[in-house]
């Protein structure tokens, strides 16, 4: 993100895509440019936290623990592609952003184009704690959210929970990353982990993989969830 200004100034911010969807970036952002994809040192995506929206939607399924969503967390040796872009913001859009991405820390990081030249900063949603989503939004918002909806946690799920990805959002993902071609597909599918930090998301649609992506989203959410 850029720095601070005052409201109503227009500037560009970067935006960084683990989810590797152009369809989902536009959620927010429609009017977004230079989609491409890109290189995120230092960081690992998983499939390690349970974001109320899934229970919301009804795409969880508590009793077999698949309801967990797509983060990034520090890691040395790790890295993945992604997808940049940039969006001009005129002071109002971040705050719609911000609501939609709640149990994220909002992390400005380095990143590279696929040649591996470095091309500046972009904002990643990056793992984060249960204490710190209710420092920044309240217990009466985490009681109302979560543990109301019998999700006792976002984040603090060990690496043994058995936790597992939301089958309609993994098919999602894995629509989306194929649309973009063969080397965001093999990121996805390669440097992309279960909560266990070991599974890959190729292992584990080698054993789930023909009842994932036969877990066809709600029709009102088709569009949203097919890449």
Not at 20 to 30: A, I, K, M, Q, Y
Not at 32 to 52: D, E, W
Not at 55 to 82: D, H, Y
Not at 206 to 222: D, F, Q, R
Request: aromatic share 10%.
């Amino acid at each position: 993100r850029s720095p601070s200004r005052g409201l109503g100034d227009v500037y560009k911010r970067q935006g960084l895509g683990s989810i590797l969807s152009e369809r989902s970036s536009r959620v927010t952002f429609p009017d977004l440019s230079n989609f491409r994809l890109g290189r995120v040192r230092g960081y690992r995506r998983i499939f390690a936290h349970t974001p109320s929206i899934f229970v919301e939607r009804g795409i969880a399924n508590r009793e077999t623990l698949e309801m967990s969503s797509l983060s990034a967390e520090p890691c040395e040796e790790a890295s993945f592609v992604c997808t940049a872009f940039e969006v001009v913001d005129e002071g109002q859009g971040m705050d719609a952003f911000r609501e939609r991405e709640e149990e994220f820390e909002l992390r400005m990081v380095p990143f590279e184009d696929l040649e591996g030249n470095l091309t500046g900063m972009g904002m990643l949603c990056v793992a984060s704690t249960d204490a710190a989503y209710i420092k920044a939004w309240g217990e009466e918002r985490f009681k109302r959210l979560y543990t109301d909806k019998g999700i006792r946690t976002i984040w603090d799920w060990s690496h043994t929970s058995g936790l597992r990805p939301c089958s309609p959002y993994l098919r999602h993902c894995v629509l989306a990353a194929q649309k973009l071609g063969p080397v965001a597909e093999a990121s996805f599918l390669d440097e992309t982990y279960l909560v266990d930090r070991e599974t890959t998301v190729r292992q584990y649609l080698s054993a789930a993989g023909s009842k994932v992506m036969s877990s066809l989203p709600p029709s009102e959410l088709a569009e949203r969830y097919s890449g």
